[in-house]
């Protein structure tokens, strides 16, 4: 009995414990149940953010400088001595002002000596087109005239020289020799002066008579005579005399005498003389014809009207001529340094008296109060910006209080590389600028796009796949911060990391900016 109820204990207790069991089990099933399926509370991890309805822009911050439109380095185009220095730094120069020189002296003598050149050409070429005056044709015709003259005289000269010369020629120690030839015998002496102008041969034939002993002339000459040892006789009309020698050499009865004489010790001198004489006459009678030939010559232009080829030529000399002096005046010039255009002198690096090398940097000339400004802009930004876009402009040398209004004039076209980043080069005018100078620094701030009164979100709260399209986490329970994707439409990209909302939210909905993980 007591078995019994023994067992009857321990099956009532393990009924009990089982259930204990259980109901454990049971509660820990209805809790994870409440767990699973509870209302999730994001709060804690979720930041979010409200569609707003307000005005947006999209700007590009840009550094830049202050550069004048004038902005001149200044040299001469040749090297020289310094002297004269005409400004000083902070001079107002107007265009074409000169500003220093060089030595001048002589490129100042080339420019004068082309000068004259050019003032000769321009007068020939008007004596050509007016022709010769009366005057100058009267002392052409005076010219010819005394030309003709000394023509005349030179030949009269001329001839009486070879005349002279012949003359001596001829006379050329004359001696009588036996026709028979021979050595022995006394020649007759031979005096006078021979005064035809003959060559030839006198032959003198001796012959008795009556009235004693005679000869005759023959040949070149005609004559007779008394044969006599004493007293000479003409032979013809020559101008010769014949003294006979002693009776003892009568024996020969014929005697020659050559005319000229060419055995005679001065004949070789004499011949030469005349040929000398002849030549002289011909180069006196070429010269004095050739000059007769150039006065009537002379004389022919100025009566005759200007030809075209001489128009031609005289215009010719003029334009060499203004060549030289155009060279001429650009070597001088070269020497000068003139203001390019109007401005202000903002640099001066010679002195007085110094050696200026050619193309090496003396002056720089600014034009302070007309400027504008310069800044780089990136690749990333440059397709952005318009010619036109208004700008907010600080200058350091202001503060950033100062904001100045500006708009971009120009985007160069071609690129520059700046620290290996592909950049484009902006130009920017001011509006009421300060007192600014060349090189100031200046912040910019450019004004790409605006749009007023749009609904706009956090660009960070915009999920976008791999398809381009766009959601955005909007919440549903603004307590546990639950959400649901919805499909959007977005616009322009504004500054403060804002984007304008096309389509898709409303003004005030509340949107998924960050998860925390």
């Known amino acids: ?55 947006l822009k999209q700007t590009v911050l840009a550094t830049g400088q202050v550069t004048s439109n004038t902005d001149l380095n200044l040299s001469f185009f040749s090297s020289g001595i310094v002297r004269s220095l005409k400004v000083k730094v902070g001079d107002e120069v107007k265009e074409g002002q000169i500003l220093a020189t060089l030595d001048q002296g002589n490129e100042l003598a080339a420019l004068t000596q082309a000068r004259g050149a050019v003032a000769a050409a321009e007068a020939r070429y008007k004596r050509t087109l007016d022709g010769a005056s009366n005057e100058e044709i009267k002392l052409s015709e005076l010219a010819l005239e005394n030309a003709k003259r000394d023509y005349e005289r030179v030949k009269s000269q001329q001839e009486t020289l070879v005349k002279s010369a012949y003359k001596n020629l001829l006379n050329s120690t004359p001696e009588a020799l036996p026709s028979t030839g021979g050595s022995d015998y006394t020649a007759p002496t031979i005096s006078g002066n021979y005064n035809l102008e003959k060559e030839g041969k006198i032959i003198i034939s001796i012959y008795y008579s009556g009235n004693g002993t005679n000869f005759n002339v023959n040949g070149i000459v005609n004559g007779s005579g008394q044969v006599t040892t004493t007293t000479p006789q003409p032979i013809g009309d020559s101008g010769l005399y014949i003294k006979f020698p002693t009776s003892s ?10 005319i000229p004489n060419k055995k005679a010790s001065n004949y070789t001198t004499n011949l030469n003389a005349y040929e000398s004489a002849l030549k002289t006459q011909v180069s006196a009678l070429g010269s004095a014809q050739a000059l007769t030939d150039q006065r009537e010559a002379e004389l022919s232009i100025k009566k005759a009207a200007a030809r075209p080829a001489d128009i031609e030529l005289a215009k010719a ?54 400027v504008y400004l ?32 500006g708009s971009i004039l120009n985007i160069d076209p071609a690129s520059t590389v700046i620290s290996g980043v592909v950049n484009y080069k902006i130009t920017a005018n001011i509006f009421n600028s ?8 200046a912040n910019m701030t450019i004004l790409v796009e605006e749009k007023d009164n749009i609904l706009t979100v956090p660009s960070r709260a915009v999920i976008k796949d791999k ?26 990209e504004g500054d403060g990391g804002l984007v304008e909302v096309v389509s898709g939210l409303s003004k005030d909905e509340e949107v998924v900016v960050l998860i925390k993980k």
């Open 1 to 55: 009995m007591q078995k019994i109820k023994n067992m009857f204990e321990k099956t009532r207790n393990w009924s009990l414990k089982k259930k204990i069991i259980y109901g454990i089990i049971v509660l820990i099933l209805i809790l994870i149940g409440f767990m699973v399926f509870k209302p999730k509370d994001n709060s804690a991890n979720i930041t979010t953010d409200t569609v707003k309805l307000m005005n």
């Open 434 to 441: 300060p007192e600014l100078r060349p090189g100031m620094t």
């Open 317 to 370: 000399d003029i334009l060499t001529a203004q060549g030289s002096l155009q060279s001429a005046s650009a070597n001088f010039e070269h020497t000068i340094l003139r203001a390019p255009s109007k401005g202000t002198i903002t640099k001066v690096d010679i002195k007085i008296g110094e050696l200026a090398q050619a193309l090496k940097n003396v002056m720089t000339l600014q034009d302070v109060g007309s």
């Open 467 to 492: 398809t381009g399209l766009q959601t955005i986490r909007v919440v549903t329970n603004p307590k546990t911060k639950t959400y649901k994707d919805v499909e959007i439409k977005t616009g322009m």
């Open 374 to 405: 310069e800044a780089n802009i990136n690749e990333a930004n440059i397709t952005s910006i318009k010619v036109g876009a208004p700008i907010d402009i600080t200058f350091d040398a202001f503060g950033t209080e100062q904001i100045f209004k």
């Open 249 to 258: 050499s009568m024996n020969i009865s014929e005697w020659i005498i050559d």
